[in-house]
Structures are given as C-alpha cells and as structure tokens.
C-alpha cells in the first residue's frame, strides 16, 4: 500500500504501484506545474516544468495494509 500527500495536504491512498503512479499524475495535474513530465524518486512526487526543472509537490510513502 502507498499513502501519496500533496503540498496542501490531500491524500491519496494505493494499493499497488500502478495506483500510485495514477495519483502521482493527479498530484502533479493539479499542481499547475505541467510541461516536462513527472516521476518519483524516493519519497518525492516531482513535476517537472518545461524547462526541466523538479519542483516537489507531494510525497509517497509505502504503508503497511
């Protein structure tokens, strides 16, 4: 299980990496930061803007189910 959080506190909750990587993209869709794609690496959700510039906007943890 993931618990993945926004920079305004929203939480997502998944139950498989392919769940997390759906919120991950919710995440970074609705942080306005838009352009030049999206990862996550180690416990940050980055979005990249069309300059390639990471810019956190949330975190992803693995839970315990």
């Known amino acids: 299980m993931y618990r993945l959080t926004d920079n305004h506190g929203n ?6 990496i ?3 990587w759906n919120a991950a993209e919710e995440i970074v ?3 306005g930061i838009w ?3 999206f990862d996550i ?5 980055l ?3 069309s ?3 990471a810019h956190t906007v949330g975190t992803c943890v693995v839970i315990d189910a």
Request: hydrophobic share 25%; charged share 25%.
């Open 11 to 16: 939480v997502w909750q998944a139950s498989d």
């Open 18 to 20: 392919d769940e997390a």
């Open 29 to 31: 869709t609705n942080s």
């Open 35 to 37: 352009g030049g794609g």
């Open 41 to 45: 690496e180690g416990t940050k959700v």
């Open 47 to 49: 979005a990249y803007d």
């Open 51 to 53: 300059k390639g510039v």
